[in-house]
């Protein structure tokens, strides 16, 4: 145990330490200390005060003679050097006064005892307090206790936040609510001879709230709520994190009914592997928890929470029933449950009356509850900017493009030739989108660049959410993507490299398509490639031979062409309306999507 080594090397560092203090206040500083002043003086003055018998003490040496003077004015001892006076002693001795002694170092005893020995002893209290004040400010905790946790108690309103400050998530907190009412009433529970869960998950992708509802938990139940993040628990030395998991429940039984929360309980509850290298201290303290969660009485009332948004990376044994074995997901909000987070947060702004939260709600298909929250404060943030009071429907409408796309590049200089082609890029994507019946309305295009590189997009918005993708409607997205290469091509007969965004989310649909959709061709309903990572950015492993592999390739360039034949033909069909719509956004650099489609539709003959 590396800590414990540690504290023996300061207490054995302390001891010496001592030692050597002790001896040299004993051989350097008491000494002098106790050692009378001497003032040097001559034979006859000696023999001057021995006629008036002022001399009290006297010490004969070899070649020194001290002797001590007592006056009424004062006491001083003197040394002299020794003549050859063979009757001194005699005289001395008759002078009744005279003490002859072997030792001038007179100070009391008390004194020395002092000086040599409770001196020391003070100092080194003093040090060693200041030892320990410094340790314990390194381990943040009290020394005294090595091994403690620091779990913060929070108890009621210290979070400050509530179930009325999470929007949507309604199962979520349908679970939550649950457990808080057990907390508060575990008898109601036990008459029926219910079991609670021990622990719940909270599982979903990041800035759903997974946090934000143990706050929550934490201001609902009137009870100690530990919370404590999985990193915490990471020490630098083996053996700290389980201690701490130890000391964690220890508490939290003392203070029992309560709640534990551990947030991003994947740092130390990862999948546990035969690999020799791996991170000895985090199985150690996975093994405490496991160990503990065990240990303790369900009917106790002590409630474990944990959040994380890698689930397929926890470790099975911490997924058995007894320990979480309740799953919470916390999912991306869907439309109401987006409106639902707006309208949470514009409560903390003054805004404009009638603002259409449904649709900024729309516009934000996919975004987080933290993306959400994130809008509104920089629709609030750009009222200030504009010297206005209230935020108005236009700064929300501009801050949902600033979190998608960046803020706007105001002053990047683009040539005239590039900002064509980008126009044509854009109402490229538009056309296709519009001129297919399995895509989502256009709502906006500009071509007025974003910090985030994209030099113009265009949005489209779904008339309502969609939860299930159709294979045409997969089809029509990879078409739209298309859309603005093959403007490019159609017009300036070259491609630009402004399709690289393009070219990736278009190939990520097809492949997803052929592998883990079934929607292709060439394969029947087979699994290629399972995703690993569910909840951040959802990777996939590929899971076939190198052939399939290549196959899949294959097939993934078979879709995306004929997607773009298909954007071309649709634009080839609409030339003229692709002219006239790229003038018009050329001008504008922003257009809506009614003002796109009022163009479009202006003389219907023409094609449909
Ligand atoms: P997670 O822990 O899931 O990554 P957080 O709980 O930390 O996410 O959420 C971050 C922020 O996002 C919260 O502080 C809150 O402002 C906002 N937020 C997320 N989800 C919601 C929600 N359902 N209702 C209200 N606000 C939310
Ligand atoms: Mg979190
Ligand atoms: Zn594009």
Not at 367 to 387: C, H, K, M, P, Y
Not at 538 to 560: M, R, Y
Not at 599 to 606: E, P, R
Request: hydrophobic residues 40%; aromatic residues 6%; charged residues 25%.
């Amino acid at each position: 145990m590396k800590t414990e080594n540690n504290f023996s090397r300061h207490v054995i560092i302390f001891i010496i330490s001592s030692i050597i203090l002790t001896l040299v206040l004993n051989m350097l500083i008491l000494p002098t200390v106790s050692k009378p002043k001497v003032e040097k003086t001559n034979y006859s003055f000696f023999l001057d005060k021995l006629e008036d018998g002022d001399i009290t003490l006297v010490q004969v040496e070899d070649t020194e003679i001290r002797f001590k003077v007592e006056t009424d004015e004062k006491k001083q001892v003197y040394s002299t050097g020794r003549m050859y006076d063979p009757e001194l002693v005699e005289r001395l001795h008759k002078d009744k006064n005279v003490v002859f002694t072997e030792n001038f170092e007179e100070t009391s005893v008390l004194a020395q005892f002092l000086i040599g020995w409770v001196l020391p002893i003070i100092i080194f209290i003093l040090l060693w307090n200041l030892l320990m004040r410094g340790m314990s400010k390194r381990m943040g905790g009290n020394a005294m206790s090595f091994g403690k946790s620091n779990a913060k108690i929070y108890v009621k309103a210290q979070t400050g936040k509530t179930f009325a400050d999470v929007a949507g998530q309604d199962e979520a907190k349908e679970a939550l609510v649950e457990i808080v009412d057990f907390l508060h009433n575990p008898d109601k529970y036990a008459e029926i001879g219910a079991n609670l869960p021990k622990g719940a998950l909270l599982v979903g992708p990041p800035g759903t709230g997974k946090t934000l509802l143990a706050q929550a938990v934490a201001g609902e139940a009137e009870v100690p709520f530990f919370s404590i993040s999985g990193s915490e628990f990471v020490e630098m030395f083996v053996g700290m994190g389980a201690a701490k998991v130890r000391d964690l429940f220890k508490q939290a039984a003392e203070k029992a009914p309560c709640i534990v929360f551990i947030d991003e309980i994947d740092t130390i509850g990862k999948k546990r592997d035969g690999n020799f290298s791996s991170n000895d201290e985090r199985e150690q303290t996975l093994n405490q928890l496991l160990t503990e969660m065990d240990g303790f009485d369900g009917k106790k009332g002590v409630v474990i929470l944990a959040a994380t948004n890698r689930p397929e990376s926890l470790d099975p044994a911490l997924l058995r029933p007894g320990r979480f074995d309740r799953r919470i997901p916390a999912e991306l909000p869907d439309l109401n449950g987006r409106e639902a987070i707006l309208k949470v947060h514009a409560k903390k702004i003054k805004t404009e009356e009638n603002i259409d939260f449904n649709a900024i709600a729309r516009a934000t298909a996919g975004a987080s509850g933290a993306e959400l929250a994130n809008i509104i404060n920089e629709a609030a943030l750009r009222a200030v900017r504009n010297d206005r009071k209230l935020v108005s429907q236009a700064d929300l409408e501009e801050s949902v493009e600033v979190v998608i796309a960046g803020y706007q590049r105001k002053n990047a200089v683009i040539s005239q030739k590039e900002k064509e082609i980008i126009a044509y890029h854009e109402i490229g994507h538009a056309l296709v989108a519009a001129k297919q019946k399995d895509s989502a309305p256009v709502h906006k295009i500009t071509i007025i660049p974003r910090t985030s590189g994209a030099l113009g997009y265009t949005m489209q918005v779904d008339e309502d959410e969609k939860f299930l993708l159709t294979k045409e409607e997969a089809l029509a997205r990879i078409a739209t993507f298309a859309g603005g290469r093959s403007a490019e091509e159609l017009v300036f007969n070259s491609c630009t490299s402004g399709a690289s965004n393009d070219i990736e989310q278009a190939t990520k649909i097809a492949r997803a398509m052929v592998t883990r959709f079934g929607m292709s061709n060439k394969f029947d309903m087979i699994a290629l490639e399972t995703v690993t990572n569910q909840y951040l950015g959802g990777d996939t492993a590929l899971a076939c031979s190198p052939e399939t592999s290549a196959k899949i390739d294959e097939e993934v360039n078979d879709i995306v062409r004929k997607s773009h034949q298909k954007a071309l033909q649709i634009l080839r069909d609409n030339i003229d309306k692709l002219h006239e719509l790229a003038a018009f956004l050329l001008e504008k650099e922003t257009i809506t999507g009614e003002e796109f489609m009022d163009i479009l539709n202006k003389d219907n003959k023409v094609n449909s």
